[in-house]
């Protein structure tokens, strides 16, 4: 919480909160929890402990600011510290319970973010390409949209299994995730998401329902995304304000409404699962009816306008910034220029204007840190890709999974490694994978 607060953690005051809180909260875990040791054989996490090391030891060759690299060393630490005392939590409350938490820091986050864009409210929100994209508490609406993918499989099980209230309490969140994701307009996070839903209809089974539910269950949050873009992601001329109201009572119904039209939605798809010829074309209609209104509401929404917008190309630059970073690693190729030095050491091979990260983390963490950063965020990534593959049988690996593999794809083309409040929900999510058992969820009654 203190991350979402603090600027999601992205400043120097809001670094040293976060790290702050982190070690408290491990340490109000241990006391009420116990200890365990079984995190501390997760290569994950042991690399996410070595790249806070190395991090910290870093501020004595560092080309930039020593102290801005030992504050990120603490950062990294409380990276692990948080996935810890998630493996311990976890053993105790189970994978549900912290998944359904991310899902209500992601909801608390993605409605301050659509409030932003809705009124059109910096830093809440920010104009980008001549849209107000929601940011929220984060200040970032890549990482923003990236909390709301990793909040969506747990928001779809509750859809498809509980009852009829907290599914359409679910339905809600999910559209908060959709309007969040429309609105973003991030093409990495719409992949991602992408990827999320086919992963989860095909592992469907794994959380007790049918394929077809948790495709109706996306399909709802993508109307959502529709409908949100069409009231609030039109074109907007620079320095235009007012009209807040009606975008936000606007938004508003998309999310309370997402609830009734899901509960609609999920008996038909109910009653089409006797067999009937009529039941089943019901329920393809109502869950596509309103899915091709949103869609094409969206598309008929203008999304540019008479001014110039920067553009920056169909890569925005990516594969020269990965030049350049390479270029300041092979400068400093064993120990690396420091952590958070990257400006400095490749200001001199980037395209103007220069920026603060590399968008890819093993490429930073081997410009910085050198080849032990390189190996560790190796390491990182495929220790994390074989937690989850050996937790594939299981509903832990549906539940979290996505929180996980988000984050790591995300981080080869942006930078949400550098937003401290997004790199605890990843740290959430991997300690929960270390701590809970490889079991599928428990059939309930009236599950689909």
Request: glycine residues 12%.
């Amino acid at each position: 919480m203190v991350a979402l607060i603090a600027h999601g953690g992205f400043f120097p005051r809001g670094q040293t909160a976060f790290a702050l809180a982190a070690a408290a909260g491990f340490v109000v875990v241990v006391a009420l929890a116990g200890w365990s040791a079984a995190a501390l054989r997760s290569p994950a996490i042991l690399a996410l402990a070595g790249l806070a090391a190395l991090s910290a030891l870093s501020a004595a060759w560092t080309i930039a600011s020593p102290d801005d690299a030992l504050r990120w060393g603490a950062v990294i630490a409380g990276f692990a510290l948080i996935a810890v005392a998630a493996s311990i939590a976890t053993a105790r409350l189970g994978a549900v319970a912290v998944a359904a938490a991310i899902a209500v820091l992601a909801a608390v986050a993605g409605i301050v973010g659509l409030y932003g864009a809705g009124a059109r409210v910096e830093p809440l929100a920010e104009r980008l390409g001549g849209q107000w994209s929601p940011g929220g508490p984060l200040e970032y609406s890549p990482a923003l949209a990236l909390m709301q993918v990793s909040a969506l499989p747990v928001l779809w099980a509750a859809m498809c299994r509980y009852g009829e209230r907290v599914a359409a309490t679910a339905a809600g969140g999910a559209a908060v995730a959709g309007a969040v994701l429309a609105l973003a307009g991030s093409r990495v996070e719409l992949a991602i998401g992408a990827a999320v839903v086919v992963a989860c209809v095909l592992a469907a089974r794994s959380v007790g329902a049918s394929r077809a539910t948790i495709l109706a269950a996306a399909a709802l949050a993508a109307t959502a995304g529709g409908a949100a873009d069409a009231i609030a992601g039109s074109y907007v001329p620079p320095y235009v304000t007012g009209g807040d109201a009606p975008r936000l009572i606007g938004l508003a119904a998309v999310v309370i409404g997402a609830g009734g039209l899901w509960i609609v939605q999920r008996r038909t798809l109910f009653a089409a699962a006797s067999g009937s010829r009529a039941a089943r074309a019901l329920a393809v209609a109502a869950i596509t009816v309103p899915l091709a209104g949103a869609t094409v509401a969206a598309a008929v929404t203008p999304d540019s306008g008479p001014e110039a917008e920067p553009v920056s190309g169909f890569a925005h630059g990516r594969t020269d910034l990965w030049r350049a970073a390479v270029d300041a690693a092979e400068d400093r190729p064993l120990a690396g220029s420091g952590s958070l030095s990257f400006y400095v050491a490749s200001i001199r091979y980037q395209d103007p204007p220069p920026v603060r990260f590399a968008h890819n983390l093993p490429l930073e963490s081997w410009a910085e840190l050198g080849l032990g950063g390189a190996a560790l965020a190796v390491i990182l990534y495929a220790g994390s890709a074989g937690l989850i593959w050996s937790r594939r049988r299981g509903a832990a690996a549906w539940l979290l999974g996505p929180a996980v593999t988000g984050f790591l794809l995300a981080n080869l083309f942006d930078w949400p490694w550098h937003v401290p409040a997004s790199g605890a929900v990843f740290a959430i999510a991997l300690g929960a994978l270390v701590g809970t058992p490889n079991r599928p969820l428990a059939p309930r009654p009236g599950g689909s």
